[in-house]
């Protein structure tokens, strides 16, 4: 089966600029997340989608990210305006809950705000 | 902050040899999972251990997880160069409900000598 799919996977912007990041989650995995990898960090999850409703989205800083996920499938995060605090690699992974716990991860969309 | 905290921060060894590296969590947790990062790459999963097992075996893979001291292990046994990536634990809880969420360590750097 395809893998999730990212794009793009590097962007360089400056800061008070807006950047998109996009996913295709693996077909038929109704659970999408968002997260942010830090520089020798963990990942950090930003919002969880099941279907096209969100879940949770308390560590989404919601002045600046949002994100949509319209008709369950693609996903797009968005960061307006961007700072320099942003840059990370921001991951997609996805996940079929009816079979397990295991999470997809995209190669991940790395972002750079100068 | 991230629950799952990860020992050694680093870990160097010569081919051949068995790695280990050690995760601590805070709180219950429904199950806990070991990912592996490549260099630019996103993450794979590499095992799972729910809450009320001991130990599980996956190829060269042995994990253990101690629910009373809060702890996991990891255990790459004969080690090769291919092996080399970061390695993360990841604590499932509940949230929102019947939503279940990964709570990433900050990892620990794995470098296999040849």
């Known amino acids: 089966e395809a893998g999730v799919a990212q794009s793009p996977r590097y962007k360089i912007i400056e800061k008070r600029q807006s950047v998109a990041f996009w996913c295709n989650p693996i077909s038929g995995h109704a659970t999408l997340y968002w997260y942010q990898q830090i520089l020798g960090q963990g990942p950090k999850l930003l919002i969880q989608?099941?279907?096209?409703?969100?879940?949770?989205d308390s560590q989404l800083p919601k002045d600046r990210f949002s994100a949509e996920r319209l008709k369950g499938v693609d996903s797009t995060l968005k960061i307006q305006p961007a700072k320099l605090e942003d840059s990370a690699v921001y991951l997609c992974?996805?996940?079929?809950?009816?079979?397990?716990?295991?999470?997809?991860f995209g190669p991940g969309t790395r972002l750079t705000v100068t | 902050s991230q629950q799952g905290e990860e020992d050694p921060q680093a870990l160097s060894i010569q081919e051949g040899e068995n790695a280990t590296m050690n995760c601590s969590y805070k709180t219950s947790i429904n199950n806990l999972q070991w990912y592996r990062q490549n260099s630019g790459r996103g993450l794979v999963h590499l095992i799972l251990i729910r809450s009320n097992e001991r130990e599980k075996h996956s190829g060269r893979l042995r994990v253990t997880l101690d629910t009373s001291k809060k702890s996991s292990s990891l255990l790459i046994t004969a080690s090769r160069a291919a092996d080399t990536a970061s390695y993360f634990c990841?604590?499932?809880?509940?949230?929102?409900?019947?939503?279940?969420?990964?709570?990433f360590g900050s990892g620990t750097q794995l470098t296999v000598l040849p």
């Open positions: 992974a996805s996940r079929d809950w009816a079979r397990g716990y295991e999470q997809y």
């Open positions: 990841a604590t499932a809880y509940i949230s929102s409900g019947s939503a279940r969420q990964l709570t």
């Open positions: 989608f099941q279907n096209n409703g969100v879940v949770d």
